[in-house]
């Protein structure tokens, strides 16, 4: 079973807008920690913003929050005021603890695209 | 604090042959890995180390496969036999420490190109 899950292929936004990015994941393991990544075009992969599983609330870094839902085993990536730099693939990973040894596994991505 | 280095950035090799990529992690990063991303996918762990002992390889293609972290720090991955499938970005990613928390930091990757 796809440990993490990313439904939207390609999602186009507003400059200026917000914008959310799905993802869902799939653990027995009660400590994990889920992380979102960006890659632009240019192929380099940037950490954007971690929430732990034994986190009460969301994770928030500057126009990035992550909207924690544990029961629905959903982790979506919420941008604010989107900006033209914002245009990249979107990644989400998770890390177990207990098992696995911390490896982490990525989704397949999603493609944003910021119009002016 | 300097980045992760991995070289080459491109490679162009006729399958059949061989290739290695090299990668320097950040300074004491004690978690090392290699990931092979294929274009228009997620990136998927090929090995993953803890200092210079292996964590988990159970997806790496051991037939043509082969990595190596001697002395705890920087790390080559080599491919011998290419084949055509093995076209991909190559990265390399380590991490403070394997906990759950710790998120990984990656270099610019190495893209191969197999003809």
């Known amino acids: 079973a796809q440990k993490i899950t990313q439904t939207q292929p390609g999602m186009f936004v507003q400059e200026k807008e917000a914008v959310t990015l799905d993802c869902t994941y799939d653990t027995s393991d009660p400590s994990y920690g889920l992380f979102w990544y960006k890659q632009p075009s240019s192929g380099e992969m940037i950490f954007l913003i971690y929430q732990g599983s034994y986190d009460q609330q969301n994770a928030t870094e500057g126009r990035y929050s992550l909207n924690f839902q544990k029961a629905r085993k959903s982790a979506n990536l919420v941008i604010s005021a989107s900006q033209l730099g914002d245009s990249a693939m979107y990644f989400c990973a998770m890390r177990e603890g207990n098992t696995n040894a911390g490896k982490s596994t990525f989704g397949d991505g999603t493609t944003l695209t910021v119009k002016p | 604090e300097a980045g992760v280095a991995q070289s080459p950035r491109y490679k162009i090799i006729e399958k059949r042959q061989s290739v290695a990529f090299w990668c320097n992690p950040i300074s004491g990063h004690a978690t090392l890995y290699w990931y092979q991303q294929i274009l228009g996918q997620g990136p998927k762990l090929l090995i993953q180390?803890?200092?210079?002992?292996?964590?988990?390889d159970s997806q790496l293609p051991k037939d043509r496969f082969s990595a190596e972290r001697l002395k705890g720090v920087d790390s080559t991955l080599k491919i011998q036999p290419a084949k055509l499938e093995d076209s991909a970005v190559y990265l390399c990613?380590?991490?403070?420490?394997?906990?759950?928390?710790?998120?990984?930091?990656f270099g610019n990757g190495t893209r191969l190109t197999v003809t």
């Open positions: 180390f803890q200092n210079n002992g292996v964590v988990d």
């Open positions: 990613a380590s991490s403070l420490a394997p906990g759950v928390n710790s998120p990984l930091h």
